[in-house]
C-alpha cells in the first residue's frame, strides 16, 4: 500500500542558563517516519502502511568553562505504529515500544594548546520493541530487547604530551554486546525445506566489543608561521582481540556461524606535512 496519510510532528525546546556557564535544557516532540521502499515493496497484501511514530522527551545539563565541557542528558523514547513482518510478505503497523536512557560526556583541553586533552562518553541504553517471532510457517509477534539494545556504550580518547613536541595516545571502546534472537528448531515442509522455529526474541547476546588503539605523534614545526610536519605511528586492536560483529545460521540451521571484524593488531607509521 502507499504511505498513508499526512502527518505532523510539534516540537518544543527550553533552555534555562541558571548559572553562568551552566544550563539546563529540555525537548519535547512527536516525529513520524514512513517505512523503507523496500518494504513497500515486498508487502503484498491490500493493507496500506502508514508512518511510524514516536515520541521524544530530553532533559540534559551542560556546564562549559576554559579548556572543559561536561554534558548529560535523560531520554524517553515511547513507539507507537512499527513496521512489522506479521507474516510471509505481509507486514502490518502492529508494533510497539521505547528507548530510554542517559548519555554523560566530558572534553578537557584542546590538541596542541594544553598538555592533555581528551574527552570520554558513556551511555546506558534500554530500549525494547515488537519484533516477528518466526515458528515455522507461523509468525507471532513479541516483545524483547531491539537489535540496537547495547545496554552500555563507553568511549575514552586521550593525548598527553610527554616531552617537548611529543605527545602519546590512546582510544579505547567498549561495547555491550548486541541482542540477538535464537533458533532452537526447526519445522520441514512437505517439499523438504526447513523454517527456523525462535527462541524470545532478542532471548541471546553477541559477547561485548572491545578495541584498544595507541596512537604516537611528534609536531615539528619550521619556516615560516604554520609550516609544519607531523610524524605519526599507531598501534590499531592493540589487544588483537577478535571480535564478533554478527550471527547467522547454515541452511539446516545446526550450528550459529559468527562473522568476526576484520581488524586485527597492526602497526601504521606516516607523516604529514603543511606548507
Same mark, same amino acid.
Given at each position: 500500500g502507499g504511505a /498513508?496519510?499526512?502527518?505532523? #510532528?510539534?516540537? $518544543?525546546?527550553?533552555? !534555562?542558563?541558571f548559572a553562568p556557564k551552566t544550563q539546563l535544557r529540555a525537548a519535547w516532540g512527536l516525529y513520524h517516519q514512513f517505512p523503507q521502499p523496500q518494504t513497500y515493496s515486498e508487502h503484498a497484501a491490500e493493507t496500506t502502511l502508514g508512518a511510524q511514530r514516536a515520541q521524544h522527551a530530553v532533559v540534559g545539563l551542560r556546564h562549559e568553562r576554559e579548556n572543559l565541557l561536561l554534558r548529560a542528558e +535523560? *531520554?524517553?523514547?515511547? *513507539?507507537?505504529?512499527?513496521?512489522?513482518?506479521?507474516?510471509?510478505?505481509?507486514?502490518?503497523?502492529?508494533g510497539t515500544g521505547f528507548a530510554q536512557g542517559i548519555d554523560l560526556f566530558a572534553k578537557y583541553g584542546a590538541f596542541l594548546e594544553t598538555r592533555v586533552n581528551g574527552w570520554a562518553s558513556y551511555s546506558v541504553l534500554r530500549s525494547h520493541r515488537t519484533q516477528p517471532r518466526d515458528? /515455522?510457517?507461523?509468525?507471532?509477534? =513479541?516483545n524483547g530487547p531491539a537489535p540496537y539494545d547495547l545496554t552500555h556504550q563507553f568511549t575514552a @580518547?586521550?593525548? $598527553?604530551? @610527554?616531552?617537548g613536541q611529543l605527545r602519546l595516545g590512546g582510544t579505547y571502546r567498549y561495547v555491550t554486546g548486541a541482542p540477538f534472537t535464537p533458533v532452537v528448531g526447526t519445522e520441514q515442509l512437505a517439499s523438504g525445506a526447513l523454517l527456523p522455529v525462535d527462541g524470545p526474541v532478542g532471548g541471546a547476546r553477541l559477547p561485548a566489543y572491545h578495541r584498544l588503539d595507541l596512537?604516537?605523534?611528534? &609536531? !615539528?614545526?619550521? %619556516? #615560516?608561521? %604554520?609550516?609544519?610536519?607531523?610524524? &605519526?605511528?599507531?598501534?590499531?586492536? +592493540?589487544? #588483537?582481540?577478535?571480535?564478533?560483529? #554478527? $550471527?547467522? &545460521? %547454515? +541452511?539446516?540451521? +545446526? =550450528?550459529? =556461524? &559468527?562473522r568476526y571484524s576484520q581488524f586485527a593488531r597492526s602497526v601504521y607509521v606516516g607523516l604529514t606535512l603543511t606548507l
Open positions: /498513508g496519510r499526512p502527518v505532523v #510532528d510539534p516540537r $518544543v525546546g527550553l533552555s !534555562w542558563q +535523560a *531520554y524517553h523514547k515511547p *513507539y507507537q505504529d512499527l513496521v512489522v513482518r506479521t507474516g510471509s510478505s505481509r507486514y502490518a503497523n502492529a515458528f /515455522g510457517t507461523d509468525v507471532r509477534l =513479541e @580518547v586521550g593525548k $598527553v604530551r @610527554v616531552v596512537q604516537m605523534s611528534y &609536531y !615539528w614545526p619550521f %619556516g #615560516d608561521t %604554520g609550516r609544519h610536519i607531523i610524524f &605519526y605511528a599507531a598501534l590499531n586492536n +592493540a589487544l #588483537d582481540r577478535t571480535n564478533i560483529v #554478527d $550471527v547467522t &545460521y %547454515g +541452511a539446516d540451521y +545446526a =550450528e550459529r =556461524e &559468527y
